[in-house]
């Protein structure tokens, strides 16, 4: 083991933060180091977003979010596509437009915004949206600029995921609503209104479009000009107005009851409990009451994901809206709980002891990686994460070339997580101004904060395993593993980094992760889900491997939650979220308010359907629920390719694309995989033996010796999964860095207790 004296480590930080006048400044962590800063010229996106404006009211303490769904009110001038659900909310030099869509476009791909009200005020031109507050799923922006008697006019707006309002407090604006034509305006026992008139709520009715509005005591609203506008007249300098959505007439007395509690703050906690076989997620609103005596309860809406499948502690309401996700339900209350099954993980999958010494030399004979790994994070993690793979398959099949392959990787990671001034590549800078960890090189923005999770959750699941081998490595370079992790996945400030924004690719609310870092045209926006979920994958394992129990956690929570998500919004596996008219049976990219049959890369069908299985490894069996539904995925992926490219074979497809259909087929029919490769070989084709088939075939022969994972029997220990095969024996798989006592648990409350020896294990599970 390395070791350090305590002098040493002082002169060695004092000296480096010295020749930060002279060179590029070097920050230890642990045994390695990343540039303090970012040397000049290595990204210049990365310097265009370090000099960028960020729109943001900055109060100290606050670290910038990127990643969310709220990202455009800090990298624009007027933040829009804010799709907070019901509502759509854009901002601009005039004021705020509020979009509360009902239906689905023709084509089925997104909802249709139109008809928006415009909220404007006399006078009044912010001259810019600016963020002012935010929680975990809400947030506050201002838009501040001169008004009509010259005084500075704000709107203060404040909306939330899942929350059915659009909050808005005015200083020294006089608000004047634009109101699509025809809109009807109701007061609650009184019909139609259509001259001025004094109300504390009333109803805007838009055809399918209900809108509960809620006021100050004494607001006067008068009909003003040619069409449908309302001036609005506070009582003094001040007041506010909510929007609140509506799903039905009767909704009007519940929605504008919950209309006065403002949220504040909105913070989501979780922890792992391994005996339940669940993470438990505890969802907290603060709110500020509009008026005295208001009810400080919010409306707070829940999606297919929060619900199915789950335990919740709270009841819906018989109220629904329609969302890009699907139905959204609503309940009352300031906290909510979700306990979400999460039964283990496995770092790879076992070997069947049955494998020749032939079968184990053809797998491994090209493992070891030829030449210098790619420069930029991307490739290099993918290169990375094949490294570990086989170090992994070499250690179980007990071969020699395991020794080499783990000093390989032992170098690769050493390479880096240390940087030295003036290396080209292989290293990580902080971005001390915005709170991030940049990989150099960069590649497809990710200098400005895309595809983080995708980038570095190799790097978290390569360092685990390394970790798990050779214990000393995170000895040394745990801190650096975590912080390359802590970069897309900080728990928080109190059990994380800081430094470092809170779960910076998650969006909680919804369920999964965002791939861009800023904005785009569309809002939000993320492609392929399974390498957000093998960044979790990636998380949970370091978290156990550095006996880090919030890290784990974090991770059972994003790969609990994501999984689910894409059952539900990138495949539709129940049949309950998409549009009738949406064409197809997956979803290439998923955007805010809709979804795209597309990648970023080809317009190959066979790829919209790959782009959701990359990588194909163990971790991956929340695809294989339903061994139907992988089938029928597979033959319209064929149907598709043949008619747009002319074949679907898979020499036709190739290396990269075939070995992630044979990978997602092997979810479901291992034995129909492993015969379609002893093709390729005995024909001699050279997708046989590349390295990505290989580790597929690995693949495939662990699972058909293992069977299906079973969800409904679960074991405390960390790294562990219980399978079921075809004759119905049931089999606890563990590994362990050293012998311990475990317990098997059931859905039925059974209980059995079992000891796990150091290493791999195979226990028999007898069911009651």
């Known amino acids: 083991m390395r070791r350090v004296s305590f002098f040493v480590l002082v002169f060695f930080a004092i000296f480096q933060i010295q020749i930060g006048a002279i060179g590029q400044a070097v920050e230890p962590i642990g045994a390695g180091s990343i540039a303090a800063t970012l040397p000049e010229g290595v990204a210049p996106d990365g310097t265009m977003f370090q000099n960028k404006p960020i729109y943001w ?153 209900m809108i509960a509005v809620v006021a100050p005591k004494g607001t006067r609203f008068e009909p003003t000009g040619i069409g449908e506008h309302l001036a609005v007249k506070f009582e003094g300098d001040s007041g506010y107005l909510v929007f609140g959505a ?17 949220p504040t703050d909105s913070e989501l906690t979780w922890s792992l409990d391994r005996a339940a076989g669940v993470v438990r997620s505890t969802w907290s609103v603060t709110t500020r009451k509009l008026k005295p005596l208001a009810a400080t309860e919010v409306l707070q809406g829940w999606l297919p994901h929060h619900l199915r499948d789950t335990t919740v502690d709270f009841e819906t309401q018989p109220m629904e809206y329609l969302t890009p996700r699907g139905t959204m339900k609503v309940a009352v209350g300031e906290t909510f709980q979700i306990d979400w099954p999460f039964r283990g993980l496995l770092p790879a999958y076992p070997m069947p002891k049955r494998i020749t010494p032939d079968t184990a030399e053809r797998l491994l004979d090209t493992a070891m990686p030829d030449g210098e790994l790619p420069p930029d994070t991307y490739w290099a993690g993918k290169a990375l994460l094949d490294l570990t793979r086989f170090l992994w398959l070499a250690k179980n099949l007990e071969h020699p070339e395991a020794e080499a392959l783990g000093k390989r990787l032992r170098y690769e990671l050493t390479d880096w997580f240390t940087y030295t001034p003036g290396e080209p590549k292989h290293y990580f800078v902080r971005y001390p101004d915005t709170g991030g960890i940049v990989g150099i090189a960069p590649s497809y923005g990710s200098d400005m904060f895309n595809d983080h999770h995708f980038h570095y959750g190799y790097y978290a699941y390569a360092a685990a395993v390394l970790g798990m081998l050779d214990p000393e490595f995170l000895e040394d370079f745990g801190p650096m593993a975590k912080l390359v992790a802590h970069d897309y996945a900080n728990p928080g400030a109190q059990h994380g980094d800081p430094t470092l924004p809170k779960l910076r690719n998650l969006d909680p609310w919804a369920g999964h992760s965002w791939a861009s870092g800023t904005s785009s045209p569309g809002g939000s926006n993320q492609e392929s889900t399974s390498e957000a979920v093998m960044s979790w994958i990636g998380l949970y394992l370091l978290g156990v491997a550095l006996e880090d129990e919030h890290l784990a956690a974090t991770g059972a929570l994003g790969y609990a939650m994501e999984t689910r998500a894409t059952i539900e919004y990138w495949f539709d596996q129940y049949g309950t979220n998409w549009s009738k008219d949406y064409p197809h049976e997956v979803v290439g990219i998923l955007w805010s308010g809709g979804q795209q049959y597309a990648t970023y890369f080809t317009a190959d069908p066979a790829w919209v359907h790959a782009i959701q299985w990359i990588p194909m490894m163990p971790g991956m069996s929340y695809l294989a629920t339903d061994p139907d539904f992988i089938k029928q995925q597979l033959r319209t992926l064929r149907i598709d390719r043949k008619a747009k490219e002319g074949s679907a074979t898979l020499e036709a497809m190739g290396t990269d694309l075939g070995k992630l259909v044979l990978g997602y087929e092997a979810l479901a029919d291992p034995k129909s995989v492993i015969r379609q490769i002893d093709k390729l070989r005995r024909s001699d084709h050279a997708m046989a033996n590349h390295n990505g088939i290989k580790l597929v075939e690995a693949d495939a022969i662990a699972r058909l010796s ?29 590994w362990t860095t050293q012998a311990m006592q475990a317990h098997v648990y059931t859905e039925d409350g ?18 009651d």
């Open 246 to 262: 509506m799903s039905r007439l009767r909704d009007f007395d519940l929605v504008a009851e919950h209309a006065y509690a403002l």
């Open 57 to 209: 009211n900055v109060k100290e303490g606050k670290i910038l979010p990127t990643n969310d769904w709220w990202s455009d009110v800090l990298f624009s001038q007027y933040g829009q596509m804010l799709w907070a659900y019901p509502f759509r909310v854009d901002t601009s030099e005039r004021g705020l437009s509020v979009f509360l869509p009902t239906q689905w476009a023709e084509d089925g791909g997104q909802l249709v915004s139109d008809r928006p009200i415009d909220i404007v005020g006399e006078g009044f031109t912010p001259v810019d949206t600016r963020a002012e507050a935010w929680g975990d799923w809400t947030v506050t922006f201002v838009q501040a600029g001169p008004s009509a008697d010259g005084a500075e006019g704000r709107i203060r707006t404040t909306i939330g995921r899942g929350m059915p309002y659009v909050w808005m407090e005015f200083e020294n604006v006089s608000p004047e609503l634009k109101l699509p034509g025809l809109t009807q305006v109701r007061i609650q026992g009184q019909g139609k209104i259509v001259e001025g008139f004094t109300a504390e709520s009333f109803m805007l009715k838009d055809g399918d479009r």
């Open 706 to 734: 293992l069977g299906r994972e079973d969800d409904s029997v679960w074991s405390d220990a960390p790294m562990s999964r219980v399978y079921r095969a075809k004759s119905g024996k049931r089999t606890l798989v563990a």
């Open 750 to 767: 059974q209980t059995h207790e079992v000891e796990l020896p150091e290493g791999w294990s195979y226990t028999p599970v007898e069911m």
